[in-house]
C-alpha cells in the first residue's frame, strides 16, 4: 500500500513547518534510519521550505508518524493538529498534483518539479526506492509534463522571486539605487537574483558557505562574493538581505541586525528569508527600522494572481484524475504477477519432465513420430488436468464462475 504523509504551507504555519524539515545533507541517513527501524519497504522524502512529505510502501503509516516525531523529537501531539495522511487512491493523486504545482503556494509553480526529482534521487542513492515509488514518480513527472503541455497552469504565473522584488519597491522607491545581499548559493537564490538584478542594483554581494560557489554566480551579476562566517562585518552595508540556505539554526541573530541598523544610522533594511528553516530570527522583524518577510509573507503577494489560473487548474485535475485511475490499474495487475509466475513456473516444470522422457525413448531407439505424438498428448493431459479436476468438483455459483472464466481464459465459445 502507498502512503503519503506530511505537513505543507496549506495544513501548519512555518513555525511548526521548520520543526519537521529535513537537512539535504541528512536525508541519506535519515531515509536509511527510517527503513532500518520501521517496516518500511519503501520510502522518499520532498522536504522544502513549504513542505515536508514522506512517500512510502508500507503496511500502515502510523509508524512512520512516530519514527517521524522521535527523528525531529517533536511530540506527536504537538504535530496531530497539522499533519495528513493520504493512502490509495488520495495518496497517488497528491504526488500527481505536488508535481504539477497544483499544491504549491504558486499555483503551477515550475521549481517543485525539480525539488521532487531531487528527491528521487536520493532514495535512488540510498537504495529506498523500491518498483511502486519508482513508477509513482516516473507517473507524476509524465503527468506533470503532460499538465505543462496541455493547459496554460504555468502562464503569468507570479514567483516568489518576484514578489520579493514587489515587496521590496514598496519600501525602496527603486531597487536600481540599492545594495543587494543574496545569502547561499542555491537554486532559489539564482531565481531571486536573476530577478533583483533585471532592476541592475548598484550592487550586489553573494554570501556562501563554499567561497568559489558563491563567486560563479557573483560573477554572473558583476558582483562580489564573500565568505559566509565574514557576513557581520558586511551586513550594514547593503540595504536588501535576501537568505536561503540549508542551515539547521539562524544565521542572522537580533545582536547582528542591531548593530547593521545602528552602523546604517537607521537607514531601512529590506529582508527576505525563503529558508525553511528559517535563517533569520523571527526577533528581527520586531526592529523598527527593519521589514523582514519569509516565505508565508511573499504567499499573500502571489495569490493574487490565483484566479487567472483557475481554468488552467480544472483541466488539470481532469487530466490528473484520469492518469490517477491509469496508475490504480497498474498497481490492480501488479497482484496478478505472483500468479502469473507460479503458473509458468508449474509448465516449465512439465514441459522438462515430459522433454526428458521424450528423450529417453528416443535414445531407446522408440519411432521419433510415435513420440512425439506421446509427448504432445502427455503435455496436453498434464496441462489440463488441474483446470478439468476444479471443474469437475466445482458446485453452484462456484461452477457456473469457473465455467465463465475457463471460458474467458482460454478464449471457448459455445458450440450450437
Given at each position: ?49 513549504n ?7 508500507a ?10 516525531s ?36 504558486v ?26 515509488l ?47 545581499l ?85 537607514r ?60 490504480l490499474?497498474?498497481?490492480q ?59 469437475n ?24
Amino acid at each position: 500500500m502507498i502512503f503519503t504523509l506530511g505537513i505543507n504551507h496549506h495544513s501548519a504555519p512555518l513555525a511548526i513547518r521548520e520543526r519537521v524539515a529535513f537537512n539535504a545533507e541528512k536525508l541519506h541517513s535519515a531515509l536509511a534510519d527510517l527503513t532500518h527501524s520501521q517496516s518500511v519497504k519503501e520510502v522518499a522524502i520532498l522536504s522544502t521550505c513549504n513542505r515536508t512529505e514522506i512517500y512510502c510502501s508500507a503496511e500502515t503509516p502510523e509508524l512512520v508518524i512516530d519514527w517521524l516525531s522521535r527523528y525531529h523529537q517533536v511530540d506527536r501531539a504537538d504535530l496531530a493538529p497539522y499533519l495528513y495522511t493520504h493512502d490509495q487512491p488520495d495518496a497517488i493523486r497528491h504526488a500527481f498534483r505536488v508535481a504539477c504545482g497544483l499544491d504549491s503556494m504558486v499555483i503551477g509553480e515550475p521549481q517543485i518539479l525539480g525539488q521532487m526529482k531531487d528527491a528521487v534521487r536520493v532514495a535512488e542513492e540510498s537504495g529506498t526506492l523500491g518498483t511502486q515509488l519508482h513508477k509513482l514518480f516516473q507517473r507524476s513527472f509524465s503527468v506533470a509534463k503532460e499538465v505543462r503541455s496541455t493547459t496554460a497552469i504555468g502562464a503569468n504565473i507570479v514567483s516568489m522571486a518576484a514578489a520579493g522584488v514587489h515587496l521590496a519597491e514598496r519600501i525602496f522607491e527603486s531597487v536600481e539605487q540599492q545594495r543587494i545581499l543574496f545569502i547561499g548559493a542555491g537554486e532559489m537564490i539564482e531565481l531571486c537574483a536573476a530577478h533583483f538584478c533585471a532592476r541592475q542594483p548598484k550592487q550586489v554581494t553573494i554570501a556562501n558557505r563554499t567561497l568559489e560557489r558563491g563567486r560563479v554566480l557573483a560573477e554572473r551579476y558583476n558582483g562580489t562574493a564573500i565568505r559566509l562566517d565574514d557576513l557581520a562585518e558586511h551586513l550594514a552595508q547593503h540595504d536588501i538581505i535576501v537568505s536561503c540556505t540549508a542551515s539547521p539554526l539562524p544565521i542572522i541573530g537580533l545582536g547582528m541586525v542591531e548593530r547593521a541598523v545602528k552602523a546604517r544610522r537607521h537607514r531601512p533594511m529590506f529582508m527576505v528569508d525563503l529558508a525553511v528553516p528559517r535563517d533569520i530570527e523571527v526577533e528581527v522583524g520586531e526592529l523598527d527600522d527593519v521589514f523582514l518577510y519569509t516565505v508565508d509573507d511573499l504567499a499573500q503577494v502571489v495569490e493574487s494572481g490565483r484566479e487567472s489560473r483557475q481554468a488552467a487548474v480544472v483541466e488539470a485535475e481532469t487530466i490528473i484524475a484520469t492518469r490517477v485511475q491509469d496508475f490504480l490499474g497498474w498497481l490492480q495487475a501488479r497482484d496478478t504477477v505472483p500468479v502469473i509466475r507460479s503458473l509458468r513456473d508449474s509448465a516449465e516444470r512439465m514441459r522438462r519432465h515430459e522433454i526428458e522422457h521424450a528423450m529417453k525413448l528416443l535414445a531407446k531407439g522408440e519411432d521419433p513420430q510415435k513420440v512425439l505424438e506421446h509427448l504432445s498428448q502427455r503435455l496436453t493431459n498434464k496441462f489440463l488436468h488441474a483446470p478439468t479436476q476444479a471443474l469437475n468438483l466445482a458446485e453452484g455459483s462456484e461452477r457456473a464462475e469457473l465455467q465463465s472464466a475457463t471460458a474467458r481464459l482460454f478464449h471457448l465459445h459455445s458450440s450450437d
